[in-house]
C-alpha cells in the first residue's frame, strides 16, 4: 500500500531554517504530483507546495511564496520542503500527500490528494 512518512520536524527560532523530507514508498512516484500542506491548532488544512510529477512545474500558498522551496528526487522517492526565513505564523503540522497524475501543472485542493503522511510538526519560536 502507499505510505508516505514525514520527518525533519522539530523546534527553530524565527528567522532559520528546516528542510522536511518525506519519503514515499508503494507507489510509482514518477506517476504522482506531490505536496506540502500543514495545519496549525484550530485552523483548517491549508495548502503550501506542490510539484508536478517531473519537477519542471511548482506552485506555492501566497503567504510562503520566496521563502520556502518545493523539491523532489524521483530516484529516492523523495520530496523535499525547505524552508527559510521561518516566522511564528508558519507553526504548524505539515503534511506531504500525493496526486496521481503526471499533469503539467499541480494541484492545490485538500479534496484531491488520495495519500497522505503522518504529519510532522515545526515550531517556530519568536
Known amino acids: 500500500q502507499v505510505q508516505l512518512v514525514e520527518s525533519g520536524g522539530g523546534l527553530v527560532q524565527a528567522g532559520g531554517s528546516l528542510t522536511l523530507s518525506c519519503a514515499a514508498s508503494?507507489?510509482?512516484?514518477?506517476?504522482?504530483?506531490m505536496a506540502w500542506f500543514r495545519q496549525a491548532p484550530g485552523k483548517e488544512r491549508e495548502f503550501v507546495a506542490a510539484?508536478?510529477?517531473?519537477?519542471?512545474?511548482?506552485v506555492y500558498s501566497d503567504s510562503v511564496k520566496g521563502r520556502l522551496s518545493i523539491s523532489r528526487d524521483n530516484a529516492k522517492n523523495t520530496v523535499y520542503l525547505q524552508m527559510n526565513s521561518l516566522e511564528p505564523e508558519d507553526t504548524a503540522v505539515y503534511y506531504c500527500?500525493?496526486?496521481?497524475?503526471?499533469?503539467?501543472?499541480?494541484?492545490?485542493?485538500?479534496?484531491?490528494?488520495?495519500?497522505w503522511g503522518q504529519g510532522t510538526q515545526v515550531t517556530v519560536s519568536s
Open positions: 500527500a500525493a496526486d496521481l497524475g503526471r499533469r503539467s501543472a499541480p494541484r492545490k485542493l485538500v479534496s484531491i490528494y488520495p495519500y
Open positions: 510539484i508536478n510529477w517531473s519537477g519542471g512545474s511548482t
Open positions: 508503494g507507489l510509482t512516484f514518477s506517476n504522482y504530483a
